[in-house]
């Protein structure tokens, strides 16, 4: 027989924490009172089911004692037998159609065989069908006298109003951490368990509550480690991380050690490992980080407190405050609420790994109060903090490699991406112009890119331009200023631009055929050559068209538009603008068209004696004329 059902409880006193529900039921049967329905609700193995047959026998024993069956008489030995007709426990997920229930009502109208009251246990009753609770409502409205129905489940919000008013509720509880060790050090004494503390400390915690799983898993403690179980072979047999794994994997990513970070995700795979449960327990490791850190920066820390909010063995607590302490508690939120993405996520991944090193990476991404592209350790950080206002010396290295890569022609499959990706990360939150350069291989006969190329810029504000990056993520780097360009050059560029704007009609119509979704928002713009950008201007009440620009989703197509009509790139701004310029005159013959349609529109209504109100049809400028 397994140990959780040799160790159920057979009466009241022998249930574990559940005074605020033994208390009234041993009440009731002394004085006789008894409900004709309860309800029992509660997390898994939390004793519903048992209490359920304790006060079937209750009610029914010959020989009750202080309220408590005496499970020695002639009913409760054959409630306990399961031969007793009189008790029957029913599996509402298995059981749930009207002729399930319809079969009860019309027993129930029968008295009891042997025992005083007839005694149906409705075990999972949320998994009713509605038309067998439709079917039991009336049987609660109005039960026989010798009848008691009590029904368990797991999800009362899921049972209609109509049946929980009927019955008398009682809510279980979990049972607590000390509650679920002193029974099972019970257990392994009297059973002769050879357990450490720690393993029965692993083994209340993995039950979270519910004292079957926590029987149960010490039933497989017994058979799997006959020599004596410690806490690191429970782990080891349910497939849990250890804490000090976590506390090693939670101070690499602090210190920003990626290689590390990967090489420990490699060692969870070797050891098979479920990527779902780790990201579950590193989400409740931070969880208990943050707990240490709040506990730490109180006004009136507490290890009383501590301890009862943190379950863990004195060593795992010290090195868990060791490791909170290099962290700042907003950091924790953040990571645990990017943790509680991933999890999530991984659900759907067909790539759990790559998800996960990827989430961990991002977690070590700077945030959006520090630079994008720059990623600092917790020391590292420190230091950084204390030379925040001084200028950055720019690697000459990486200042050759953007030289490099500037000189090289960029293949032409991948103009728009980059153009895109540069979009995407220079925005504009405020009116002001926001250049966006496209990316084109040089001419044979032009001069190398490298003698327009400005210096690498110092990190600081610029005007107009701000990161469009969501809070908690990564920052967008500043635009750099553009180049100083020769007279000639200037000039050249500014023939293109003052080109762009003539043939402004031209790229719509070419953006039309290409991508209607872009050109419907391209269409609304004021177009005006200043220097060497073709600038678009959006009225202020059409900002909405303008935010369509401020991703590649809407800049891609017309950048192609523009390099394929012109035969050449151009760089375009985006702007808005208090009032807009006048309307072009594609769009002036459209406006006069409606006006004439809803001319004659108007002009059939009142035929027909149909009073018009146009006042809200009409376009701004016929309103104000």
Known sequence: MALYREWRPLTFDQVVEQEHIVGPLKQAVISGDIAHAYLFTGTRGTGKTTMAKILARAVNCLQPQAGNPCNTCEICRGILDGTLLDVAEIDAASNNSVDNIRQITEEIVFLPTKAKYKVYIIDEVHMLSSGAFNALLKTLEEPPAHVIFILATTEPQRIPATILSRCQRF?????????????????????????????????????????????????????????????????????????????????????????????????????????????HNLAAFYRDLLVCAVVRDSRKPSETTLTELVHANSEDLARMQTVAARYRQEDLIRYIRQLAELLSDLRWSTNPRTLLELSLLKLMAPTAAEPAGVQLSAAAAAGAAGSRNQPVTANPSSAAALQREAT??????????????????????????????????????????????????????????????????????????????????????????????????????????????????????????????????????????????????????????????????????????????????????????????????????????????????????????
């Open 171 to 279: 809510d279980f509880r979990r049972i607590t951490l000390g509650g679920l060790s002193r029974r099972l050090r019970q257990i392994a004494q009297q059973e002769q368990i050879k357990i450490d503390d720690d393993a029965v400390h692993e083994i209340a915690l993995l039950a979270d509550g519910a004292m079957r799983d926590a029987i149960s898993l010490l039933d497989q403690a017994k058979t799997s480690f006959p020599e004596g179980a410690t806490g690191a072979d429970i782990l080891s047999m349910t497939g849990q991380v250890s804490r000090s794994f976590l506390a090693e994997l939670a101070e690499h990513l602090c210190q920003g050690e990626a290689m590390a970070v990967l090489q420990q995700v490699d060692q969870l795979l070797a050891q098979g490992q479920d990527m779902v449960r780790f990201a």
């Open 408 to 625: 090289a022609p960029a293949p032409p499959d991948r103009t728009d991406g980059l153009a895109g990706a540069v979009a995407a990360a220079v925005l504009e939150t405020d009116p002001g112009p926001v250049p966006i350069a496209e990316l084109k291989p040089a001419a044979a006969n032009a001069r190398p890119l490298t003698e327009h190329l400005p210096p690498l810029p110092q990190p600081g504000p610029q005007a107009g331009v701000a990161s469009a990056a969501a809070p908690g993520s990564a920052s967008a780097a500043p635009a750099p200023a553009a180049a100083p360009l020769s007279p000639d050059l200037a000039r050249e560029a500014a023939q293109r631009a003052k080109e762009g704007q003539d043939r402004w009609p031209e790229i719509l119509e070419r953006l039309r055929q290409q991508d209607m979704f872009s050109y419907l928002f391209a269409r609304r713009a004021q177009v005006e050559a200043e220097a060497d950008l073709l600038v678009l201007y959006f009225a202020k009440q059409e900002k909405a068209n303008y935010n369509v620009f401020t991703t590649s989703r809407g800049q891609e197509p017309l950048l192609r538009a523009v390099r394929e009509t012109l035969g050449h790139p151009l760089r375009l701004a985006f702007r808005v603008r208090e009032q807009a310029g006048p309307r072009p005159d594609s769009e002036r013959s459209e406006t006069e068209a409606g006006l004439a349609w809803l001319n004659r529109l108007t002009q059939a209504a009142q035929a027909l004696g149909i009073p018009v109100d146009r006042s809200e049809a009409e376009p701004e400028e016929e309103q104000k004329s």
